[in-house]
T-cell receptor, first 112, second 107 residues
Framework: DAGVTQSPTHLIKTRGQHVTLRCSPISGHKSVSWYQQVLGQGPQFIFQYYEKEERGRGNFPDRFSARQFPNYSSELNVNALLLGDSALYLC???????????FGNGTRLTVT | GQNIDQPTEMTATEGAIVQINCTYQTSGFNGLFWYQQHAGEAPTFLSYNVLDGLEEKGRFSSFLSRSKGYSYLLLKELQMKDSASYLCALPGDKIIFGKGTRLHILP
């Protein structure tokens, strides 16, 4: 079975630009969550979607938004990029909101 | 609110045993997860505790005390490949991770 897939793997953007990151969950998983991770820190929660509805949101500005599609895949959008948005963005899927998370390999975003 | 504390770094010797502690505060408890993350890789699931006590899985065991808001991950017969960060996390609508404990294994 395919694991969680994220695209792209790497991305370089300029300050002020917009970025869209994509995630396909494991088949049968209905929950997708997004995380930002900087070097030396644990993943910081951004969003969780379950059955296409937002179930939780972390302490991130409104420049961050996400959605989940009918096939349970998800997109994370970040507007007006700042240098501080440079990080590894991880997507994870799970069967429900309390099940173990299965992570994708992440998207490495660099903002210059 | 929710909060998790873990030691930042630990060092142990190959073949030894190490215990990584995690203390947490949460208003609603839905269990506690442990994940392993090697440098440059994504986290992978290790264990899940929802009831008090010890869960054993091969060389790795995890313990939970809900009344004390405390968990630990016990790694036995340490191998060099166990050098990684270990993250505890609280599931729910907002999934909270600790900052991780970087474990260094010395030969």
């Amino acid at each position: 079975d395919a694991g969680v897939t994220q695209s792209p793997t790497h991305l370089i953007k300029t300050r002020g630009q917009h970025v869209t990151l994509r995630c396909s969950p494991i088949s049968g998983h209905k929950s997708v969550s997004w995380y930002q991770q900087v070097l030396g820190q644990g993943p910081q929660f951004i969003f969780q979607y379950y059955e296409k509805e937002e179930r939780g949101r972390g302490n991130f500005p409104d420049r961050f938004s996400a959605r989940q599609f009918p096939n349970y895949s998800s997109e994370l959008n970040v507007n007006a990029l700042l240098l501080g948005d440079s990080a590894l963005y991880l997507c994870a899927s799970s069967f429900n909101r309390w099940s173990p998370l299965h992570f994708g390999n992440g998207t490495r975003l660099t903002v210059t | 609110g929710q909060n998790i504390d873990q030691p930042t770094e630990m060092t142990a010797t190959e073949g030894a045993i190490v215990q990584i502690n995690c203390t947490y505060q949460t208003s609603g408890f839905n269990g506690l997860f442990w994940y392993q993350q090697h440098a440059g890789e994504a986290p992978t699931f290790l264990s899940y505790n929802v009831l008090d006590g010890l869960e054993e899985k091969g060389r790795f065991s995890s313990f939970l005390s809900r009344s004390k808001g405390y968990s630990y991950l016990l790694l036995k017969e340490l191998q060099m490949k166990d050098s990684a960060s270990y993250l505890c996390a609280l599931p729910g609508d907002k999934i909270i991770f600790g900052k991780g404990t970087r474990l260094h294994i010395l030969p």
